[in-house]
């Protein structure tokens, strides 16, 4: 039995994916495991609908088995959340493949890793930090060793992620095979639609606006159930209220609660965001950041958390029973509950913070303690 491993957050679930899924179903096998961002995601948001109809959608289109990416990953920066990820497919001890999309083929971006890796001169980084650009920026330029064209590919969105998983998969001497799949007409953040192909952040966009986007997504009604904006409130109570140590959050850097405080009177988050980022603060790390704070996601939880993998299954058909079955890591959760009650340590506060974050994603609707309510999805 072969397996494939994709990491995603499907946010939404578009042809795109089912494009990808179905190219690796033709050209490799019928077994694919996809680790899955929960109710919150990457760019430090929580996502359009939530997490049990985004594996379930994913498992009707083909998925074998999805699996929950912990909150802790699922809202870090490209690096823990590449890591995290990778860790998790890593422990299961039968996972073949890891596949990715990508601007480049992956032994383009394997070469350009190893490059980076033995070259990367971290005092330059700093320096160039100390100059107040970005991180992302002064890494880039503290990579003057590089070609320009091999600079341009690097800053390609999809190849920055697959890079990242990667340089993961190196770290952990993992025997997985990474490779990519070329994106289907449009790349990761266009702002624009070829025939029915159009990228995520392009869907979210039009269905916030209550604009039909059915011709880009298979065979579901997208409805968004959630937006930053619904937390606006919350934030501001917390910055006003708590004594915040920001120095425990990821994306924290020195001087940034000033940013913060001077704007927190802002009207919505949409004006908040704008008037926070900066050439050294980019839109999405001070977004992660709030979510880091709302849901008090510290690192030092967060760096022990990778100690502790587990698998946790938000949707199956016949095929990702056989793989979950044959999965050798310790920690396998298809019982919410009964894990739950018998955890202990660290994945016990792992699995406080994913039941807070469901809570939290669904406030608004009322529901709560959907983890221990709502049934794995099965396809059979």
Do not use: W
Not at 65 to 86: H, K, M
Not at 263 to 284: G, L, M, P
Request: aromatic residues 10%; neutral net charge.
């Amino acid at each position: 039995m072969k397996i494939a491993s994709i990491i995603a957050e499907y946010n939404p679930f578009h042809k795109g994916h089912a494009y990808q899924i179905n190219k690796i179903k033709k050209d490799y096998t019928d077994f694919i495991v996809v680790l899955m961002s929960g109710n919150f995601v990457q760019r430090g948001e929580p996502a359009i609908i939530d997490k049990y109809k985004r594996a379930k959608i994913a498992v009707d289109n083909g998925a074998s088995l999805v699996l929950e990416l912990p909150l802790l990953y699922s809202t870090s920066n490209a690096e823990i959340f590449s890591l995290g990820a990778t860790i998790i497919l890593n422990s299961m001890g039968i996972i073949d493949r890891l596949y990715f999309g990508s601007e480049n083929d992956a032994s383009t971006l394997k070469n350009l890793s190893e490059k980076i890796y033995k070259n990367l001169d971290d005092e330059k980084i700093k320096k160039f930090l100390a100059e107040g650009n970005s991180y992302i920026k002064s890494r880039e330029l503290a990579m003057d060793f590089l070609s320009q064209e091999e600079k341009e590919i690097i800053k390609k969105p999809n190849n920055i992620l697959g890079l990242e998983y990667l340089n993961s998969l190196a770290k952990l001497d993992s025997k997985i095979e990474a490779h990519s799949i070329k994106r289907k007409n449009v790349n990761h953040d266009d702002g624009f639609s070829l025939g029915d192909f159009a990228s995520a952040s392009h869907i979210r966009r039009l269905a916030y606006e209550g604009e039909d986007v059915s011709k880009f997504i298979p065979d579901y009604k997208l409805v968004p159930e959630n937006n930053l904006e619904n937390y606006f409130e919350i934030f501001k109570y917390k910055m006003i209220s708590e004594k915040i140590n920001f120095n425990e959050y990821f994306d924290y850097e020195e001087g940034l609660e000033n940013r913060l405080l001077e704007n927190i009177d802002a009207k919505n988050f949409e004006e908040f965001i704008e008037k926070v980022h900066s050439k050294r603060h980019s839109r999405s790390r001070i977004k992660r950041l709030v979510i880091e704070i709302i849901l008090d996601i510290k690192k030092d939880l967060i760096k022990n958390s990778l100690k502790e993998p587990y698998t946790r299954v938000l949707a199956c058909d016949e095929r990702g029973i056989e793989i979950f079955k044959k999965s050798k890591n310790k920690n396998k959760i298809y019982s919410f509950k009964s894990f739950y009650d018998s955890s202990t340590g660290i994945t016990k506060e792992m699995l406080d913070k994913e039941i807070l974050a469901s809570d939290l994603y669904n406030i608004k609707s009322g529901k709560i303690k959907t983890d221990f309510t709502t049934e794995v999805y099965k396809n059979l």
